[in-house]
């Protein structure tokens, strides 16, 4: 038994974790505390923090956590908001980190105080993406990462080396389209939840003054053919049933390109499958926002005359070329 096991075991105190999450644990816990010691980190605060995410394991595995349509984030008695940062603050290096377009996130900040709506259509490449965007907006605009609401698989909902990190953030939680077939006697009481959600987030665009991140490619970008990340192509349905919602809700709906690139913190696996328990390999990288302008759809009515699918398609291509061009400013080619 290695170290990382044994500590791993000194850990456990309900003794309930099947043997291949402990295995990718240990690989975690391995991996982490290497990064901590490289880095000359504080490694008594890094065994604390390690040890409670474990405990929180125990407790997913012991009492599964049931996230409603719309989970609001939990930060008390236990403060799992703040508890997914400091688990990867260790892991990013502040000094190469940075966000691009700030003073598009000041007008951001000034449309929701004014009541309005933002849904930023981006790409999606760790798990705690989420963490990431508060972590790099921590010193400039903490309370609109921390307030902003993520539309969320339901893998990262039901997953329970994932759900310690999904408790801390506000959730429209969805079953993407490759989760709803699977399995298919599931797959009417999924599409219920759905629309539920969907209906959830209606009523938090009625009423104003809300930031909503939602993927339209449906999952995390992938190595490309170079062996970069590459952003993943963007679901036309999917922006457009974001556009009916906003529209139908009365309150005035911005829709910003976002782009991210925190790839190398947490990659995910190679395929995309429908299998839970993923290996999670970190390592210690920089990351980064950019935050472009306002995405205008209407486009002088440059979609006018289209059938509505070439509209629709048009339309996500128009927004994924924008957030494609962010990206290529802040992605660090080697």
């Given at each position: 038994?290695?170290?990382?096991?044994?500590?791993?075991?000194?850990?456990?105190?309900?003794?309930n974790?099947?043997?291949?999450?402990?295995?990718?644990?240990?690989?975690?816990?391995?991996?982490?505390?290497?990064?901590?010691?490289?880095?000359?980190?504080?490694?008594?605060?890094?065994?604390?923090?390690?040890?409670?995410?474990?405990?929180?394991?125990?407790?997913?595995?012991?009492?599964?956590?049931?996230?409603?349509p719309?989970?609001?984030?939990?930060?008390?008695?236990?403060?799992?908001?703040?508890?997914?940062?400091?688990?990867?603050?260790?892991?990013?290096?502040?000094?190469?980190?940075?966000?691009?377009?700030?003073?598009?996130?000041?007008?951001?900040?000034?449309?929701?105080k004014?009541?309005?709506?933002?849904?930023?259509?981006?790409?999606?490449?760790?798990?705690?993406?989420?963490?990431?965007?508060?972590?790099?907006?921590?010193?400039?605009?903490?309370?609109?990462?921390?307030?902003?609401?993520f539309?969320?698989?339901?893998?990262?909902?039901?997953?329970?080396?994932?759900?310690?990190?999904?408790?801390?953030?506000?959730?429209?939680?969805?079953?993407?389209?490759?989760?709803?077939?699977?399995?298919?006697?599931?797959?009417?009481?999924?599409?219920?939840?759905?629309?539920?959600?969907?209906?959830?987030?209606?009523?938090?665009?009625?009423?104003?003054?809300?930031?909503?991140?939602?993927?339209?490619?449906g999952?995390?970008?992938?190595?490309?053919?170079?062996?970069?990340?590459?952003?993943?192509?963007?679901?036309?349905?999917?922006?457009e049933?974001?556009?009916?919602?906003?529209?139908?809700?009365?309150?005035?709906?911005?829709?910003y390109?976002?782009?991210?690139?925190?790839?190398?913190?947490?990659?995910?696996?190679?395929?995309?499958?429908?299998?839970?328990?993923?290996?999670?390999?970190?390592?210690?990288?920089?990351?980064r926002?950019?935050?472009?302008?306002?995405?205008?759809?209407?486009?002088?009515?440059?979609?006018?005359?289209?059938?509505?699918?070439?509209?629709?398609?048009?339309?996500?291509?128009?927004?994924?070329?924008?957030?494609?061009?962010?990206?290529?400013?802040?992605?660090?080619?080697?």
């Amino acid at each position: 038994m290695n170290s990382s096991r044994r500590l791993l075991k000194s850990f456990m105190k309900k003794d309930n974790i099947p043997d291949p999450l402990q295995d990718i644990l240990t690989g975690f816990i391995d991996d982490y505390l290497a990064i901590v010691r490289e880095r000359e980190g504080d490694l008594e605060k890094a065994l604390v923090i390690l040890s409670t995410f474990v405990a929180l394991v125990e407790d997913e595995i012991g009492d599964p956590f049931i996230f409603q349509p719309y989970h609001q984030r939990i930060d008390s008695p236990f403060d799992y908001y703040h508890f997914g940062m400091d688990l990867l603050r260790p892991l990013v290096r502040f000094e190469d980190s940075y966000v691009q377009g700030l003073p598009i996130v000041d007008e951001i900040t000034g449309l929701l105080k004014n009541g309005e709506n933002v849904v930023f259509l981006s790409n999606h490449q760790t798990e705690p993406d989420p963490q990431a965007i508060s972590l790099l907006l921590e010193k400039t605009h903490s309370e609109f990462a921390k307030e902003m609401v993520f539309v969320a698989g339901h893998r990262v909902t039901t997953d329970p080396l994932a759900i310690p990190f999904s408790k801390g953030r506000n959730l429209i939680c969805i079953y993407s389209k490759r989760r709803i077939e699977h399995p298919p006697e599931e797959k009417e009481k999924k599409l219920m939840h759905n629309q539920k959600a969907m209906q959830k987030l209606g009523e938090l665009l009625s009423n104003g003054g809300v930031a909503v991140y939602v993927a339209p490619s449906g999952g995390r970008d992938r190595l490309g053919p170079h062996g970069r990340p590459e952003v993943a192509p963007f679901d036309p349905q999917s922006i457009e049933m974001f556009r009916l919602i906003a529209k139908k809700s009365g309150s005035k709906t911005h829709f910003y390109p976002l782009a991210i690139w925190t790839y190398s913190l947490l990659p995910p696996p190679a395929s995309v499958d429908n299998a839970f328990g993923e290996t999670r390999k970190p390592s210690c990288t920089p990351i980064r926002l950019a935050f472009g302008k306002r995405i205008d759809f209407d486009q002088g009515g440059a979609f006018d005359g289209m059938n509505k699918e070439s509209a629709r398609q048009a339309r996500a291509d128009y927004a994924l070329k924008q957030v494609k061009e962010l990206y290529s400013g802040i992605e660090e080619v080697s």
